[in-house]
């Protein structure tokens, strides 16, 4: 039987698992800040604007803000997927190496680029895959598994040439 269930954990659990995706969070929109009050000066300086204008530079990161916060917890949410198949090794390898990610140790997969912080790799980017009882559950984030899902489920592609 192939089935799978994929579960988005609530923030709170997100993060108790992954404090780090907080304070990436915090980085990203101290640094758009910074670029937003960047560019508002250099309007100012060329003549766009007669005021450097305040408004605009809060608006633009509270926008900043809230894009960021759903890409971190909603679209890519820590989460899990429970796949009730039997999946070949070879075949979660290639589906692992299709999302761009790579195994740095035994049954933990990490992403060739970090995907919430330029500085550091958040322990939720990282995709586990642990099996219990003949279920292959994966943790990661949700974006990220519910393409592993999709990859592994369709099975091994048939070339028609």
Do not use: W
């Amino acid at each position: 039987m192939i089935k799978d269930a994929l579960k988005r954990f609530k923030i709170r659990d997100q993060l108790s698992a992954d404090f780090l995706k907080l304070l990436s969070l915090a980085e990203k929109t101290v640094l758009a800040f910074m670029l937003i009050v960047l560019v508002f000066v250099f309007m100012e300086k060329i003549g766009l604007t007669d005021t450097f204008l305040v408004g605009a530079v809060i608006g633009g990161t509270i926008g900043f803000l809230t894009i960021t916060a759903k890409k971190m917890y909603h679209n890519e949410a820590f989460s899990e997927l429970r796949i009730y198949a039997d999946i070949k090794q070879d075949m979660l390898k290639s589906a692992i190496l299709t999302i761009d990610y790579s195994e740095k140790k035994d049954g933990v997969y990490y992403p060739k680029k970090r995907i919430f912080s330029i500085f550091y790799c958040c322990k939720s980017e990282a995709i586990t895959h642990k099996t219990q009882n003949g279920i292959h559950i994966f943790t990661g984030p949700h974006n990220r598994l519910l393409k592993l899902s999709n990859i592994i489920l369709q099975g091994p592609k048939l070339s028609t040439t």
